[in-house]
């Protein structure tokens, strides 16, 4: 470990200031802080500083993924071997391996473009590279179809750190959740990629040794054209999540780990989980109330569990910076995403999914949420000077 | 006795380096010194020259904006150096001590038998009015003010805090004159502030004149900020003083005997410390005389005051005017390979992202490495779980940023100084240095406002 500090410190002067490669500081400050913690000590104020970093924190938030992804891989492996009717005679390796092969691609690219533009945005900036990248590029294959083109991948990751986060001031000062960004502008920019009932599941849409009259349906795909009763899949399975889907949503057992992970670590938000699926229940239970057709009928409880619920509600509108930030606006926040995603997957017909235009619009509001909690704040704190000086 | 206050926010870093329950004399200091930087905002006029011959109680320097405020020597002696910083601002004013001090005298009576003028005088021309400070700003009081309350807390919850009812044992009348002397100065009641966790020493218990509040709770409860907060929240225009239970012991010493007897009690505490206990010593002292010889080898960070407040000292500086605490802890300037990595079973952390949370009871070693580079305020609700106050730490600190007046002034920057953010600063994930973005806030208050 020695050798490796030692050609730090050599290299190091070449890219400070007036160095020859001066360009490259934002590359080596981000190579060197990911393999050291830097050696930078309290200046003013506390003296003690917890151990915790941004990265550290990002770390916890990858790993708390990670159940989902591996699932993820194995899931995109199932499908495909059912759709080539292969699936009795592939062993568990084979099929994970295939998953593997297909998501790892989008995985790097997603990171090497991020990474890309936040390095030499950092550069221009003069700032050190930020960490939510981490995060963000992880989350975007998460939520991608498996046969998504790479080039498109590429695309709306250049799209999301641009206009989603660098044009605000870059990483912390941004309105929307980058990832979603991501996928908002691939749903609207290619919508046949992205939606429908071919491109879920690994192969279907070339259409190749496919066996007859497999549909790679998802469960939202039945829902929304009534057909609820034709779907081949149980509650268990959109719980475990053996259902096609985007590549990290279709488990919730495993996000549901993750969230655990989350809560415990306090790097997540509880009250936005919990609230968020509790709005999803009420704007279920509601639904059923008035219900007029089957997938206004849906149990309740099952909206939970399909399409990008859990993971938009665990993952997605947990995002510190683009929530809400005040511990009631949290609440508010995470019930009101929870319930506008319901009510547009099942009343809109143009989205299958409501989740992601939900979580969206939300942070939008989020800073109108604070305002108002904040307000009230204000508003005790001048009605204590009043009752002092009565 | 009222209802205890319970708090449920906050957080005890129980760090190494406890000081045992001991008394040990410290020697006599061969230097001392008074900082003009221990007073925020202080712009100081000296009144002594170079190898002028001083007292205990001589004038050495006053406030240039209220030059009623002096800043006496704690001992007496030749002033042998003034060391000036940038632009020639006056960091020491050091005193070479006599071998026997002689004392300046001032008047000596009860002060509950004098009047509120005479108590202001004797502690103006003493050197002991910069004992008390004032909410709003934290800078010392205004004599001309009349506050609505005075608070004491009796107790400090801050990590290798000393144990006050330790401290002031035995000094039932020094502690009872001094509080004869606030209850004259307070325009309402004087507040004692005790924790209800243990029976308060009879030096608080019996203490006439006061109003005792229990409080109970993780740190920061024994921040008076806190403390204020709960009982007497300060509102645009009020005014509060605070003072901590050694200062008033100084008064009450003043009127008893006459004379400004600078004599405290410090606590040497740290990880790097041999030997942590308490020391016999003399404000203003060089902390050698007390840290030599009793702390461990290689680099070390030495604090005046507590590892989340104090202010670093070189390892000959002098004990800050306010502080009855000295912390030595290792300096944390290495690299540390894969650091964010780790398991860190071994890593102090508020969240539970490090494996540290398998063990709760632990002591924990924690140098000065800031563990990360810093980065934009991103994490939200963590704050929150460290901050006692009904206020938005988060948002006071933007409107800071910020410099917008009107909205610091409706989050509730008055109620407020630094210490009440520091463990906020502490666990925060973005490494902010959130002490002095409070501090500066303070300040421009103080521009704005008059």
């Known amino acids: ?390 | 006795m009222s209802e205890t206050i319970k708090i449920r926010k906050g957080l005890n870093i129980n760090l190494k380096g406890k000081a045992e329950k001991i008394f040990v004399k410290a020697d006599k200091a061969e230097l001392f010194a008074v900082k003009p930087t221990d007073f925020y905002g202080l712009v100081p006029k000296l009144t002594v020259k170079l190898d002028d011959t001083v007292k205990a109680g001589s004038e050495l320097f006053y406030d240039k904006y209220k030059p009623q405020i002096k800043f006496t020597a704690p001992v007496s002696g030749k002033i042998q150096l003034i060391n000036r910083g940038e632009r020639r601002r006056i960091l020491e004013v050091v005193i070479s001590p006599d071998e026997e001090i002689e004392y300046e005298s001032f008047k000596q009576a009860d002060p509950a038998t004098i009047s509120r003028n005479e108590v202001i005088q004797n502690l103006l021309d003493s050197g002991l009015w910069p004992t008390l400070r004032q909410r709003p700003y934290n800078i010392i009081a205004n004599p001309e003010d009349t506050p609505k309350a005075i608070f004491i807390s009796a107790f400090d919850t801050a990590p290798l805090a000393p144990d006050y009812d330790f401290v002031v044992k035995g000094k039932e009348q020094e502690f009872q004159y001094g509080v004869n002397a606030l209850i004259k100065l307070s325009g309402g009641k004087v507040h004692l502030n005790v924790n209800s966790e243990y029976p308060p020493s009879n030096v608080f218990s019996q203490a006439q004149g006061v109003q005792i509040n229990k409080f109970k709770g993780p740190h920061p409860v024994g921040n008076v900020g806190t403390q204020i907060h709960y009982i007497d929240p300060v509102n645009k225009g009020e005014v509060v003083w605070t003072i901590s239970p050694q200062d008033v012991i100084l008064i009450g010493r003043l009127f008893l005997k006459g004379k400004y007897d600078a004599s405290r009690i410090v606590a040497l505490t740290g990880s790097e410390v041999l030997k942590p206990k308490y020391y016999k010593t003399i404000g203003g002292s060089c902390i050698r005389s007390i840290t030599k010889e009793n702390v461990k080898e290689g680099e070390l960070r030495f604090i005046s005051g507590n590892v989340l407040t104090g202010t670093k000292v070189y390892q000959n500086g002098f004990l800050g005017f306010y502080d009855s605490q000295i912390t030595v802890i290792p300096e944390g300037n290495f690299h540390e390979f894969m650091g964010w990595l780790s398991p860190g079973f071994k890593k102090y952390s508020f969240y539970r992202s490090f494996f540290s949370w398998m063990n709760p009871e632990k002591e924990y070693t924690i140098n000065t490495n800031l563990h990360g580079g810093k980065r934009a305020l991103m994490i939200t609700g963590s704050f929150e779980r460290v901050f006692p106050m009904d206020i938005y730490p988060m948002q006071l600190l933007k409107a800071i940023i910020i410099e917008d007046i009107d909205l610091m002034e409706k989050l509730g920057i008055y109620e407020v100084a630094e210490e009440d953010f520091a463990l906020c600063e502490f666990i925060d994930t973005s490494k902010t240095d959130i002490q002095s973005i409070v501090r500066k806030g303070l300040d421009l208050m103080i521009k704005e406002m008059g």
């Open chain 1, 1 to 390: 470990m020695k050798g490796i500090r030692n050609l730090l410190n050599k290299v190091k002067p070449n890219f400070e200031k007036g160095g020859k490669l001066e360009k490259f500081r934002s590359l080596f400050d981000a190579v060197e802080t990911l393999l050291y913690v830097p050696d930078k000590v309290t200046r003013t104020g506390s003296h003690i500083r917890d151990a915790i970093d941004m990265k550290r924190t990002m770390i916890i938030v990858v790993t708390a993924m990670v159940p989902a992804l591996l699932f993820g891989m194995w899931n995109a492996g199932y499908h495909h071997f059912l759709a080539t009717g292969e699936f009795a005679e592939k062993t568990f390796i084979q099929i994970f391996t295939f998953g593997l092969l297909k998501v790892l691609p989008i995985i790097i690219v997603s990171y090497v473009t991020g990474l890309a533009i936040e390095i030499i945005f950092a550069q221009i900036r003069n700032h050190d590279v930020p960490e939510g990248f981490f995060v963000t590029g992880m989350l975007i294959p998460l939520i991608m179809p498996i046969d998504v083109p790479l080039w498109m991948v590429s695309v709306s990751t250049v799209f999301a750190v641009i206009i989603g986060v660098e044009v605000f001031g870059g990483a912390g000062m941004n309105v929307l959740n980058p990832a979603l960004t991501a996928r908002a502008f691939l749903f609207f920019a290619y919508p046949s990629e992205m939606s429908g009932t071919r491109v879920w599941v690994s192969g279907l849409k070339s259409g190749q040794g496919i066996i007859d009259g497999f549909s790679g349906e998802t469960v939202m795909g039945y829902a929304a054209s009534n057909r609820i009763d034709q779907m081949p899949f149980s509650p268990s399975d959109m719980f475990l999540g053996t259902i096609p889907g985007s590549i990290g949503e279709t488990s919730t057992l495993a996000i549901l780990v993750g969230a655990i992970i989350l809560i415990w670590t306090g790097v997540g938000s509880w009250r936005i989980i919990v609230s968020m699926f509790t709005g999803g229940l009420v704007m279920g239970l509601i639904l059923n109330l008035f219900a007029v057709n089957d997938y206004m009928a849906l149990p309740a409880c099952q909206h939970l569990i399909i399409g990008g619920f859990a993971f938009g509600a665990v993952f997605m509108a947990t995002d510190p910076v683009s929530a809400a930030q005040t511990n009631k606006g949290k609440l508010i926040y995470g019930f009101l995403a929870g319930l506008l995603a319901i009510l547009i997957r099942v009343l809109n017909p143009a989205y299958p999914e409501g989740v992601m235009l939900a979580i969206l619009l939300m942070n939008v509001f989020a800073p109108l949420i604070d305002h108002y909690i904040i307000e009230a704040n204000i508003k005790k704190r001048l009605k204590r000077v009043q009752t002092s000086n009565a």
